[in-house]
């Protein structure tokens, strides 16, 4: 019978392993964006090229791409970072079913367990792009939001792209969510829904630029208050 103890404590140094391995495959980067969706949305769907587009804006703009390594919506962000020679990461994980790494990776960073490479998702991304997705997109999502509704992260935009694909969702929470005191009504500030790709980029640059500036001015008082 085999000793469960002993078998956590293993296990305690895998998930060691991982997070090593994810902070020094992605440690430099710089400013980068993750983007979500479905692994099932083949390239002829419209949400594919939108997805590619979104992402070739985002690294001609100087940020690195992240997604979960996968294919579909997954795909798609990596294949227009590189398109527009950007940094492609993926974020890949170990499943029975769907998950086939994608061929248009720079960085590969390979993970067991979900919660790491969750935590990989968002320490390094200054925001989030969700894409028409399943229970794992909207996992991702609701951890974000719940992050930054919090305060446990820095705030940053979160951008849900298809509108007519999240209408059902938004009125299920300025109605019932909303509606029954659950959230609180500036909650609905915490993410934005585009349909433009365009409109993606337009965002995350300009809350990055407004956190660069932040940062510099806050730099600049700490240094004249001799702090």
Known sequence: MEDLAKSDTWRVFRIMSELVEGFEALNGIGPAVTIFGSSRLTPDSP???SCMK???NLARSGFAVISGGGP???EAANRGAQNANGIS????IELPL???PNSYQDIK????YFFVRKLMFVKYAIGYVIFPGGFGTMDELF???TLIQTKKIRGFPVILVGKDYWKGLYEWITQTVLGNGAIDAEDLDLFHIVDDPDDVCE???QRYKNRVTSVHEDRRERSRRGV
């Open 47 to 49: 949400f594919y090229a």
């Open 72 to 74: 579909g919506i997954m």
């Open 143 to 145: 951890e974000a939001l």
């Open 98 to 100: 769907e998950q086939a």
């Open 109 to 112: 960073v390979e993970f067991r």
């Open 54 to 56: 979104v992402a070739e």
């Open 203 to 205: 965002i995350i640059s």
């Open 89 to 92: 990461i993926g974020l890949n």
